[in-house]
């Protein structure tokens, strides 16, 4: 029979272990905002659907990380060319026009498969970049 000290003790070891275990490298989510961010914060022409698949590797404070995500475009490209016609702020426009140009022909409701290779660090306020993106 085993002493309940002994039960205690080893149910003990068995929480800190998985707590260790749960401390590890970015979530889904955490992936999948920090793509939205850097593709398009506002969603207006992108919108990071979903994750897919995700390797990580940890190399001392690095996580690299391999993802594959699917992206939907809630506007075709003639609505949001239409929305940079109305619209005059400049700096969100050429965020559009780089975006139209990464993407090329796209309809609204379209989705598209896409990989990456982050860099990533803890920092206080969450998970971000290692390196500047192309880095």
């Not at 409701?109 to 290692?130: D, F, H, N, V």
Request: proline share 4%; hydrophobic share 40%; with cysteine.
């Amino acid at each position: 029979m085993i002493h309940p000290v002994s039960r205690l003790v080893g149910l003990l070891f068995t929480a800190l272990l998985l707590a260790g275990c749960g401390l590890s490298g970015p979530d889904r989510a955490d992936l999948q905002s920090i793509l939205q961010q850097e593709l398009d914060p506002s969603g207006e022409v992108v919108v990071v659907d979903s994750i897919e698949q995700m390797n990580i590797a940890e190399q001392g404070d690095i996580w690299l990380v391999d993802v594959k995500a699917t992206l939907r475009f809630p506007q075709s490209l003639a609505e949001v060319v239409r929305d940079m016609q109305e619209d005059g702020d400049l700096a969100q426009n050429l965020g559009r026009l780089g975006l139209m140009l990464r993407f090329g022909q796209f309809e609204a409701g379209e989705t598209q498969p896409y990989q990456t290779r982050l860099k990533l660090i803890k920092g206080r306020s969450g998970w971000m970049r290692a390196e500047p993106e192309g880095g």
